[in-house]
């Protein structure tokens, strides 16, 4: 990390604890592979098939990586529709749920829920858990999303062009998925060859600058319920 004129550049790759090790001692330039506290959201027009498929395969397919979700937001008018199977398949795929009081009361009987904490809506859970939460509209999410993102991939879920351009045009991240599983965010995903890191960070690169050269590139993936294999 400080051999300087020796090692052009660090990209870690591990846990929050490496990653913040490297930014916050390493003199050699860096490039900060990002956590992945990712969202998926449940516009008020997603459809209940849809969003099963997209939420389980974006939580549950591989749970210990960076674009595996760790909350799930859910419009107030799609809610009472979509939350019941959502969160059916989400336990029987042995997932926690930490549930706000307005998901809690929309679980099936079966299926039981601990209590979201200000503290849930931060972690990157790396595991089986996932945290849920009601929202009035668009805006509470991105609100939400804003707040907590790591900048690494959003989704979004929905029938709606209007609402997903303005979910992928107000989010500042990495990757976008709309109707897509956040698990494509991968390099060997997007035909980039094997992968070394996520990038969140805008780093310019080598050479005489200009405007367009210190620009960054952000990723949006439009699917059509697409989840990974």
């Not at 449940?42 to 909350?71: F, H, M």
């Amino acid at each position: 990390m400080n051999a300087r004129g020796l090692v052009d550049v660090l990209v870690p790759r591990g846990g929050r604890d490496l990653i913040q090790t490297v930014v916050r001692d390493s003199t050699v330039p860096a490039i900060e592979t990002g956590e992945g506290n990712c969202h998926v959201y449940l516009d008020a027009s997603a459809p209940v098939d849809r969003s099963v498929e997209i939420v389980l395969n974006s939580k549950a397919q591989r749970v210990g990586v960076c674009n595996a979700a760790e909350t799930l937001l859910v419009h107030r008018d799609a809610a009472q529709n979509v939350l019941p199977a959502v969160l059916k398949a989400l336990h029987e795929a042995h997932v926690v749920l930490h549930a706000d009081a307005a998901t809690a009361a929309l679980a099936p009987a079966e299926v039981p829920t601990v209590a979201a904490t200000d503290e849930d809506w931060a972690t990157e859970y790396l595991s089986l858990d996932l945290a849920v939460k009601v929202v009035d509209d668009l805006d509470e999410a991105i609100a939400h999303i804003q707040r907590y993102t790591t900048g690494h991939t959003e989704a979004i879920v929905t029938d709606d062009l209007a609402a997903a351009e303005q979910f992928s045009s107000r989010l500042d991240t990495a990757a976008i998925m709309v109707n897509a599983s956040t698990r494509f965010t991968d390099g060997a995903q997007f035909g980039l060859g094997a992968e070394i890191g996520i990038s969140t960070q805008k780093a310019p690169r080598e050479g005489a600058d200009g405007v367009g050269r210190v620009t960054t590139t952000k990723w949006i993936a439009y699917g059509d319920g697409h989840v990974r294999p």
